[in-house]
Every structure is written in C-alpha cells, then in structure tokens.
C-alpha cells in the first residue's frame, strides 16, 4: 500500500500544472462520501517528453501497474505483502478508501482516491489512521455533519493533508518554501458539496463559497490567499452552517 501512495506521491511533488477536484457526498444517515480526482495528464506528458526511451519502463513501469478501476487500500496491501496492522479500526478505513488511476490513449492521466460512506466514528477512527499513512485528503471530510445540517469550519479550507505529504518527503529548505511549492505545483484546486436533500438554508459567507443549486455548494480555493498573511478577503467567517430540509 505504502509502495502505491508513493508513487503517487513522487508525482504530486514535481507537478507544475495540477488540478485537484473534490466531491463530497452528504448522506441522510449522517455519512458521508468524498472523491477526489487529481489531473496529472499535463504533468506526464512533459516527463514522458523529458524522459529518455531507455529509463521509461523503469521510470514509469511501476506507475502503469497501478489498478485502473477502485481498489481498496486493504486489497493493495495485501496484493504488495505489505499488510502489517492486525489493528481492527485501521483494517476497517483501509477497506473504505479506494483508489485509481485513470489513463488517456495508454497513458497515465491522473489518480483517484475515494471515501465510501464514512459515518462519524470512522472520521475518528481516519485521524489516528492518517498520522501514520499520508493520504491526499480534502479537508473538509471533518466537517461536522448529523444527517441534516452541515457545519462548515473554514480552517479547514486549507491543503494540510497534502503539505504534510509533501514535508515528510522534503529537504528542510524545501519545507521553509512550502507557500512557493504549492503554489507551483497547482493550477487549480476545487471542492463540491452535494446533498441528497434539498438546502433549506446557508447562515455565514465566506469569498471563497458559492451556492450553485438546491443541492451543491461550492468552494474554490484561492492559493495565494492561503499563502499571503497580508491578503484579506470580503467574507471570511469561521463558521458556515448549511440546512437542509
């Protein structure tokens, strides 16, 4: 499993036009299911160019091995041998989340990962998960939801998953230019929230959230406003709190 993050993960650090697109579903039962879709097509295409015929297969070879349809982190452990937890928590969350990559004309086009149907005690179980393994994980998943009403922190419109990914891997200089990084590494970084009942009500704004229709919310991410302490926004309330009927 580890292997399989990362690989994804050696990818994610040399991006230079990467997209990131979220989905987070919120269920009447209190659960919830998030996918996340990372774009690296026009990051292969330049290394694929760079890269030499001769060190392809050993550059890549082991990339184009990864499953092509959703596959549990618990089946991919166990596929590499690398299953080590007998801990009952960790098994059940490597069992919901799921992972792909997709590809254009034969070639590596980008990666998925999925959350499937995560009530409130696997989010708590996933914390303690998620210290060990670096997932790239959108993190609004904390956000507290009961099965009727969305409590939105707006602290967590932030990229921690993915800057810690990234410092785990990272020389100290690297890390002291995480800002610059990031913002080098993306073009574009988004998330929807869906509700299968329709929005009765939204109390709190914030720049960055917009209402598309009775059921979705938006959040586009704004990178420098993340990364500039001097940058100030409109809207920018801690809390935004959205009903549904």
């Given at each position: 499993m580890?292997?399989?993050?990362?690989?994804?993960?050696?990818s994610?650090?040399?991006?230079?036009?990467?997209?990131?697109?979220?989905?987070?579903?919120?269920?009447?039962d209190?659960?919830?299911?998030s996918?996340t879709d990372?774009?690296?097509?026009?990051f292969m295409?330049?290394m694929?160019?760079?890269?030499?015929?001769?060190?392809?297969?050993?550059?890549?070879?082991?990339?184009?091995k990864?499953?092509?349809?959703?596959?549990?982190?618990?089946?991919?452990?166990?596929?590499?041998?690398?299953?080590?937890?007998e801990?009952?928590?960790?098994?059940?969350i490597?069992?919901k989340i799921?992972?792909?990559?997709?590809?254009?004309?034969?070639?590596?086009?980008?990666?998925?990962?999925?959350m499937?149907?995560?009530?409130p005690?696997?989010y708590?179980?996933?914390?303690s998960f998620?210290?060990t393994?670096?997932?790239?994980?959108d993190?609004n998943i904390?956000?507290n939801w009961?099965?009727?009403?969305?409590t939105?922190?707006?602290?967590?419109?932030?990229?921690?998953?993915?800057?810690?990914?990234?410092?785990?891997k990272?020389?100290?200089?690297?890390?002291?230019?995480?800002?610059?990084?990031?913002?080098m590494?993306?073009k574009?970084?988004?998330?929807?929230?869906?509700?299968e009942?329709?929005?009765k009500?939204m109390?709190?704004?914030?720049?960055?959230?917009?209402?598309?229709?009775?059921?979705?919310?938006?959040?586009?991410y704004d990178?420098?406003?993340i990364?500039?302490k001097?940058?100030?926004l409109?809207?920018?309330?801690?809390k935004i709190?959205?009903?549904?009927?």
């Amino acid at each position: 499993m580890k292997k399989t993050i990362v690989l994804f993960l050696i990818s994610l650090f040399m991006l230079q036009s990467c997209s990131v697109n979220s989905e987070i579903v919120y269920h009447k039962d209190a659960a919830s299911t998030s996918v996340t879709d990372i774009d690296t097509k026009e990051f292969m295409v330049e290394m694929m160019a760079m890269t030499p015929d001769s060190l392809k297969q050993k550059e890549f070879g082991e990339v184009d091995k990864l499953p092509t349809t959703w596959t549990s982190m618990y089946d991919l452990a166990k596929k590499e041998g690398k299953l080590k937890t007998e801990n009952p928590d960790s098994i059940r969350i490597m069992k919901k989340i799921f992972m792909k990559s997709t590809k254009e004309d034969n070639k590596l086009a980008g990666f998925s990962f999925k959350m499937e149907h995560f009530a409130p005690e696997d989010y708590q179980a996933l914390k303690s998960f998620t210290k060990t393994e670096k997932i790239p994980l959108d993190q609004n998943i904390y956000n507290n939801w009961d099965g009727k009403t969305l409590t939105i922190d707006t602290e967590n419109f932030n990229l921690k998953s993915i800057e810690e990914a990234i410092r785990s891997k990272s020389s100290k200089e690297e890390t002291e230019k995480m800002a610059g990084m990031m913002m080098m590494f993306f073009k574009k970084i988004g998330t929807t929230l869906k509700f299968e009942n329709p929005i009765k009500s939204m109390t709190g704004k914030h720049d960055w959230v917009k209402q598309i229709d009775d059921h979705s919310i938006r959040i586009e991410y704004d990178l420098k406003s993340i990364y500039d302490k001097d940058s100030k926004l409109k809207n920018e309330d801690k809390k935004i709190i959205i009903v549904t009927e």
